[in-house]
């Protein structure tokens, strides 16, 4: 069954036209491709920025060939509230458009190998003749300056050299990488922080400046005190799994049924609490239980002790007792829980938006909610070049010109 098609809870958002974002009266012009570009202007879109992507011909951001049945479901999600200019970036056109879109843009984002922007000639001094208030965000990923900054850089690669996927696994196991994007998904969080602040300077200046967002530097930046933690041990940490080297206990739990729950006690009455309901209060006596440092040092007694009271009852049993003692607890979902839990559905997590293609879509609510000038949905991810026309005409083009790009195919 297609997706569109199942009972849906979430709301249904209708596209408004009305833009009361704060970021409205922003132009962004994003040639960036995949994933940490397109968070980054998502975030900028969602709270009404003008955000014009520049699509490569003939098959646009490389986002949209990442599918699930057949549909583009990542363009779909992170291109909302976004325009589309259908580009060829070898026509002799291109530098005389991007020229003219520079001018009114107030935000340029790029995430070619760096170098590249300056062969296609684009350097920051060239910018900076055509509009010296631009902001330009770069992002690789392993910045512009440094050893591998000519190197090609996947979020893989960072979260492989970073030290996040040595630190993540089983004990005695393997490393792992993430599932999902993170280390692009983290950047663009960054990115788009770093142009608001990039903006509120330029209040003061009048100049606009270069931001150099490296995935690794954003990706180690996520890991704790890792630096300091091998300076004072001598020694990478282990892998643990699912539980902590800060706190304990921490860790997920499967329950008589087959469910699992998870439980962080990270504080010295979280722990006591816990204990208490479990019926194991004598560990708060205990001078190897009773302080964090010993109940790190004793994890493996703190976990099977937990692990055995969970695993003698069912999930709606467990849960109930946990949470009517106020002990850190939740159930571990996957999104085929989320679709039937309350407080999703109340807080608005995901909304469904119109789609031409499945008839409306769920989406991911901008985040985070602001009470006056909140983010809207205001359309859908754009297909290829759907704005061209509309884009060029305003950069300044006249109707005639913009008839010769089409005729020679610089654009769609």
């Given at each position: 069954?297609?997706?569109?098609?199942?009972?849906?809870?979430?709301?249904?958002?209708?596209?408004?036209?009305?833009?009361?974002?704060?970021?409205?009266?922003?132009?962004?012009?994003?040639?960036?491709?995949?994933?940490?570009?397109?968070?980054?202007?998502?975030?900028?879109?969602?709270?009404?920025?003008?955000?014009?992507?520049?699509?490569?011909?003939?098959?646009?951001?490389?986002?949209?060939?990442?599918?699930?049945?057949?549909e583009s479901t990542f363009w779909?999600?992170?291109?909302?509230?976004?325009?589309?200019?259908?580009?060829?970036?070898?026509?002799?056109?291109?530098?005389?458009?991007?020229?003219?879109?520079?001018?009114?843009?107030?935000?340029?984002?790029?995430?070619?190998?760096?170098?590249?922007?300056?062969?296609?000639?684009?350097?920051?001094?060239?910018?900076?003749?055509?509009?010296?208030?631009?902001?330009?965000?770069?992002?690789?990923?392993?910045?512009?300056?440094?050893?591998?900054?000519?190197?090609?850089?996947?979020?893989?690669?960072?979260?492989?050299?970073?030290?996040?996927?040595?630190?993540?696994?089983?004990?005695?196991?393997?490393?792992?990488?993430?599932?999902?994007?993170?280390?692009?998904?983290?950047?663009?969080?960054?990115?788009?922080?770093?142009?608001?602040?990039?903006?509120?300077?330029?209040?003061?200046?009048?100049?606009?400046?270069?931001?150099?967002?490296?995935?690794?530097?954003?990706?180690?930046?996520?890991?704790?005190?890792?630096?300091?933690?091998?300076?004072?041990?001598?020694?990478?940490?282990?892998?643990?799994?699912?539980?902590?080297?800060?706190?304990?206990?921490?860790?997920?739990?499967?329950?008589?049924?087959?469910?699992?729950?998870?439980?962080?006690?990270?504080?010295?009455?979280?722990?006591?609490?816990?204990?208490?309901?479990?019926?194991?209060?004598?560990?708060?006596?205990?001078?190897?239980?009773?302080?964090?440092?010993?109940?790190?040092?004793?994890?493996?007694?703190?976990?099977?002790?937990?692990?055995?009271w969970i695993a003698k009852r069912?999930?709606?049993?467990?849960?109930?007792?946990?949470?009517?003692?106020?002990?850190?607890?939740?159930?571990?979902?996957?999104?085929?829980?989320?679709?039937?839990?309350?407080?999703?559905?109340?807080?608005?997590?995901?909304?469904?938006?119109?789609?031409?293609?499945?008839?409306?879509?769920?989406?991911?609510?901008?985040?985070?909610?602001?009470?006056?000038?909140?983010?809207?949905?205001?359309?859908?991810?754009?297909?290829?070049?759907?704005?061209?026309?509309?884009?060029?005409?305003?950069?300044?083009?006249?109707?005639?010109?913009?008839?010769?790009?089409?005729?020679?195919?610089?654009?769609?």
């Amino acid at each position: 069954m297609n997706n569109s098609t199942k009972k849906s809870n979430w709301k249904y958002s209708n596209f408004i036209t009305k833009n009361v974002g704060p970021l409205k009266g922003i132009r962004v012009l994003d040639l960036s491709r995949v994933v940490a570009g397109n968070m980054t202007s998502l975030q900028l879109a969602d709270f009404g920025a003008e955000v014009i992507k520049v699509e490569p011909l003939p098959d646009g951001d490389p986002l949209r060939t990442w599918k699930q049945g057949g549909e583009s479901t990542f363009w779909k999600v992170y291109s909302r509230n976004k325009k589309s200019i259908g580009l060829d970036f070898r026509s002799p056109d291109f530098t005389e458009i991007i020229s003219h879109l520079i001018v009114n843009s107030d935000v340029m984002i790029e995430n070619f190998r760096p170098g590249t922007l300056e062969k296609m000639g684009f350097g920051f001094d060239i910018l900076k003749q055509i509009n010296s208030k631009l902001i330009l965000l770069r992002i690789s990923g392993f910045g512009q300056t440094g050893t591998y900054k000519s190197r090609p850089g996947f979020g893989t690669l960072v979260e492989s050299m970073s030290g996040f996927a040595h630190k993540n696994g089983e004990l005695n196991g393997g490393p792992l990488l993430p599932p999902l994007a993170l280390a692009d998904m983290i950047s663009g969080l960054y990115g788009s922080n770093a142009i608001l602040m990039a903006l509120r300077a330029r209040d003061a200046s009048g100049e606009g400046q270069i931001i150099d967002l490296a995935l690794l530097d954003a990706m180690v930046s996520v890991l704790g005190p890792e630096a300091l933690d091998y300076k004072l041990v001598g020694k990478p940490k282990e892998r643990i799994g699912n539980q902590s080297s800060t706190s304990a206990p921490r860790n997920v739990y499967e329950t008589k049924d087959g469910y699992f729950l998870s439980i962080s006690a990270s504080t010295p009455k979280m722990a006591a609490r816990l204990f208490d309901t479990i019926g194991h209060g004598e560990m708060n006596e205990d001078r190897r239980f009773n302080t964090n440092e010993g109940r790190l040092k004793h994890r493996d007694i703190v976990d099977q002790t937990v692990a055995k009271w969970i695993a003698k009852r069912n999930k709606n049993e467990a849960l109930k007792a946990l949470v009517e003692a106020d002990v850190t607890v939740a159930p571990l979902y996957s999104i085929a829980d989320i679709t039937s839990d309350p407080h999703f559905v109340e807080r608005e997590i995901y909304s469904e938006i119109p789609d031409d293609d499945l008839g409306k879509i769920p989406v991911h609510k901008p985040v985070p909610d602001l009470s006056d000038t909140p983010a809207t949905f205001r359309n859908a991810a754009p297909k290829i070049g759907q704005d061209t026309t509309e884009i060029l005409l305003a950069a300044g083009f006249e109707e005639k010109r913009i008839h010769q790009f089409f005729e020679r195919k610089s654009i769609k």
